[in-house]
């Protein structure tokens, strides 16, 4: 199918993969936005699921695995050349995914892919729609996966916590049985 002034929209997918706090990017080789950065991602192929396309785009442009492959959002990519026509027009569906394994690696419409943590994404000058998309691909995966409280600090709060509950037990236990013996002791008349 011809991308530049094509008589019907292309579909494509994008792909947000995350591996920690860090977002992956590539740098495009083709237009459109050649030479900008980007998610991995590229159009889908005839007889291709749309989560195939997203595993195949991500490994062709930088070597890597992914899983978890979730529906972020569709968004459309319409651009104009200098005679109002339409130069490029994709119906981008965006996917969220976790790095599972490879060395990262750019290859085929990717001349550089990098690991990027979320807060440094303004350096890359990114389209506006791709920096809305990780942005909600990042708050789904927060609200999917909440942070465990496996650091030191959480742990050792999660103890004390634990203790102070059955230092409570233990004291309210021993004030009424010394309470009772009290009372057992006053009424039969020896204190």
Same mark, same amino acid.
């Given at each position: 199918m011809k991308r530049e002034? #094509?008589?019907?929209?292309?579909?494509?997918?994008?792909?947000?993969?995350?591996?920690?706090?860090?977002v992956l990017l590539i740098k495009r080789s083709k237009p459109p936005k050649s030479?900008?950065? %980007?998610? #991995?991602?590229?159009a889908q192929n005839l007889g291709e699921k749309l989560k195939e396309t997203a595993v195949r785009e991500v490994y062709e442009?930088? %070597?890597?695995?992914i899983k978890n492959i979730t529906l972020i959002d569709a968004v459309d990519l319409i651009e104009?050349?200098?005679?109002?026509?339409?130069?490029?027009?994709?119906?981008?569906?965006?996917y969220m995914a976790e790095y599972t394994r490879g060395k990262l690696k750019a290859g085929d419409d990717?001349?550089?892919?990098?690991w990027?943590?979320?807060n440094?994404?303004?350096?890359?000058?990114?389209?506006?729609?791709?920096?809305?998309?990780?942005?909600?691909?990042?708050?789904?995966?927060?609200?999917?996966?909440?942070?465990?409280?496996?650091?030191?600090?959480?742990?050792?709060?999660? %103890?004390i916590g634990q203790h102070l509950k059955f230092l409570a037990i233990a004291s309210a236990f021993s004030t009424l049985v010394y309470?009772?013996?009290?009372?057992?002791?006053s009424i039969s008349g020896k204190i």
């Open positions: 002034y #094509p008589k019907n929209p292309i579909i494509a997918v994008g792909v947000v993969v995350f591996r920690g706090e860090n030479l900008e950065w %980007s998610i #991995p991602g590229g442009e930088t %070597s890597i695995l104009h050349n200098g005679n109002d026509i339409i130069e490029y027009h994709y119906s981008l569906v965006d990717a001349i550089d892919a990098k990027v943590s979320i440094d994404l303004e350096a890359y000058n990114l389209w506006t729609e791709t920096i809305k998309v990780i942005k909600t691909a990042n708050k789904m995966r927060i609200e999917m996966h909440p942070i465990k409280k496996n650091n030191i600090f959480a742990r050792l709060m999660t %103890s309470g009772s013996i009290y009372l057992l002791l």
